[in-house]
């Protein structure tokens, strides 16, 4: 029954926009939908009836609230984004920051290339420093890069770490 009257709205809503004094016609389909259009089809030309439109316009002060309330959607709608992109933003600084993709700058590079020794100390001696902030699950407590400066693993430029 409301998507009946749903429908109904609907459509007078429609034919109001484009006639205040449009014919309506009202039928029954083979599925057992009751249907609204202004153009019969030929089947159903000797059971549809004339319904008055007028019943189903809305006053001034019911489009103002219709209206009103579309606007506080909006408004509800946009603020829910905007909350989410706050969240979202808030989850990716605390990942960077826990992954150790923030926090304090790398050691800057003298101009002159390191050794593969000297890149090698610096990265032993980075895992020692956040060795003490590792979590459980691997993650690096955040009070680490205040302590610490991450450098990268040299194996990509160096090869593997020299044995002792």
């Not at 429609?14 to 016609?25: K, Q």
């Not at 489009?63 to 992109?85: F, Y």
């Amino acid at each position: 029954m409301r998507c009946h009257v749903a429908l109904l709205a609907c459509t007078a809503a429609l034919l109001h926009g484009a006639s205040p004094a449009a014919e309506i016609y009202r039928w029954v389909d083979e599925n057992g939908r009751t249907q609204l259009s202004d153009v019969v089809p030929d089947k159903y030309r000797g059971v549809a009836t004339r319904t008055d439109s007028a019943q189903y316009e809305l006053s001034p002060a019911q489009r103002d609230a219709a209206q009103a309330r579309a606007a506080a959607d909006k408004a509800r709608a946009t603020e829910a984004a905007a909350q989410r992109a706050r969240s979202q933003a808030a989850e990716a600084a605390s990942a960077a920051a826990t992954a150790g993709l923030t926090g304090k700058a790398p050691r800057a590079a003298p101009p002159a290339k390191p050794s593969c020794e000297a890149l090698q100390r610096q990265y032993i001696e980075s895992q020692e420093c956040f060795a003490p902030y590792r979590m459980a699950n691997g993650a690096l407590n955040a009070a680490a890069f205040e302590k610490c400066t991450p450098v990268l693993n040299p194996a990509s430029e160096c090869g593997s770490a020299p044995s002792n």
